[in-house]
């Protein structure tokens, strides 16, 4: 089936694109894309053609009209977690890439801490085949540092890469031993992937659960200091300047990372950052509920940290915006918090949160879409996040303006995990295609 979708305003980073058009789709991918202008009239095509009109339309051509409606490319989340193989019970290939679509996201990275852990190649084919079987979007495994996760030794990252993994990460715990987080990165720029740290000092964050600081103490709950983030920020920043490595430092969290990482990238270091919705969204205030819904690693900090990360946003300290989405079963969250697993489902309220920074003038449309859809392609090297012709027809059709309230008995994941139920937001996804198959959530 062909597709049409008319009356919409494309905004594709990747190519400086934002107005009225028209984007054609046959076969799976992006055909054409036709910029208008106000009143209608066509401008010059995208790719170059002679802009004359539509061919004329077969009978399987489909008319998305997307008028009130943002046309961007289908969003890559580089970070998530899909629990298949082993944690099935908190999420599969085929639930968490159906939450993805829902969320806008048509392109999403898993990460490792799966059980097995994706260090080895038969899980990394084992996730490939599951995906193109069973997945609604396109996914690509992330294979793990060390072997089980264990830091004792490298895993076979030649091995992994090869057979389709597309970056390496222990996420979920640190790589405590720096010899072994020297050699990836050394490795990493053999085969030009990133590494992908999460940067915790597990000495210092032992028996935490949430941010370290009054909060923590007047809710009796033991906090986890931001330093345990920032050492090994540090740290893996001296490593990447004495590899030139391959350094992304995943979910930045505090005032004092983004200093760093700032510091860092002002110097010529080759780092990449993320951060994710709930860090520029909540603080440790909202713990006072004791919401276990809320508890997430590394934990969400003060207003202060908020504030820092806007602004680490704002001047490209941090690339993307990732989900970090970890779903867990209700099981897992209905405990008192200590005993609380950490993590919050994310893919299916990432872009109407992100929205919020548009709002709040912290980025234009523009910035966050590239945030979330080229920038985070070109980091992992996927050729995603993008409407150039020729590209899959990966697109997510969002109207800016409506408003919804977040129902988290709705969500396709199977992790019911979010704090934000029952808040009303913007941005929610009208219609995502991947590949060309249309998902509509009117
Ligand atoms: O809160 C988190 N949950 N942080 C992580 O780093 C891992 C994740 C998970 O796997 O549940």
Not at 122 to 131: E, Y
Request: charged share 25%.
């Amino acid at each position: 089936m062909n597709i049409l979708i008319k009356n919409g305003r494309i905004i594709d980073p990747s190519q400086d694109i934002d107005g009225k058009g028209e984007i054609l789709i046959e076969d799976g991918k992006i055909m054409e894309v036709r910029r208008l202008k106000a009143e209608g009239k066509r401008l010059k095509a995208k790719n170059g053609k002679k802009n004359s009109e539509l061919r004329t339309p077969d009978s399987e051509l489909r008319i998305i009209d997307a008028s009130g409606c943002i046309v961007i490319p289908g969003l890559v989340d580089m970070h998530t977690h899909l629990r298949e193989p082993g944690y099935e019970y908190k999420e599969t290939i085929a639930t968490g890439t159906k939450a993805a679509v829902r969320g806008g996201f048509t392109s999403v990275c898993c990460m490792p801490n799966t059980n097995p852990v994706n260090d080895t190649i038969s899980v990394t084919a084992f996730i490939i085949d599951k995906a193109k079987k069973e997945g609604s979007c396109a996914v690509y495994p992330i294979g793990a540092i060390t072997k089980t996760q264990r830091n004792e030794e490298l895993a076979e990252l030649d091995a992994l890469k090869r057979s389709g993994c597309v970056a390496f990460s222990d996420d979920g715990k640190p790589v405590t031993n720096s010899l072994i987080m020297r050699r990836a990165l050394e490795y990493s720029k053999i085969f030009d992937v990133p590494i992908i740290s999460h940067c915790e000092d597990m000495y210092l964050s032992e028996g935490g659960v949430m941010n370290e600081g009054f909060i923590s103490t007047i809710l009796g709950l033991k906090g986890i200091p931001k330093a345990a983030e920032e050492i090994m920020v540090a740290r893996d920043l001296a490593l990447c300047e004495l590899t030139g490595g391959k350094l992304h430092i995943a979910h930045v969290s505090t005032e004092g990372s983004v200093g760093l990482i700032r510091e860092a990238k002002a110097r010529g270091i080759r780092v990449t950052a993320e951060t994710c919705p709930h860090y520029f969204t909540l603080t440790d205030e909202a713990l006072k509920s004791y919401d276990t819904n809320l508890k997430v690693n590394p934990p969400v900090r003060t207003e202060r940290d908020v504030e820092a990360i806007k602004r680490g946003l704002n001047d490209n300290t941090i690339d993307a915006i990732a989900t970090d989405h970890a779903p867990h079963h209700a099981d897992d969250k209905t405990k008192e918090f200590d005993a609380a697993a950490f993590g919050i489902s994310g893919l299916e309220t990432a872009f109407p949160l992100s929205l919020k920074l548009v709002e709040q003038k912290v980025l234009s449309l523009k910035q966050l879409i590239h945030k979330m859809t080229v920038t985070p392609a070109n980091i992992m090297g996927i050729l995603k996040g993008s409407l150039s012709v020729g590209s899959d027809a990966d697109i997510a059709i969002i109207d800016p303006e409506k408003s919804l309230e977040v129902d988290s008995s709705t969500f396709l994941s199977k992790g019911k995990n979010t704090p934000f139920h029952g808040w009303v937001l913007k941005g929610f996804v009208e219609k995502t295609i991947a590949a060309g198959k249309i998902y509509d959530w009117t």
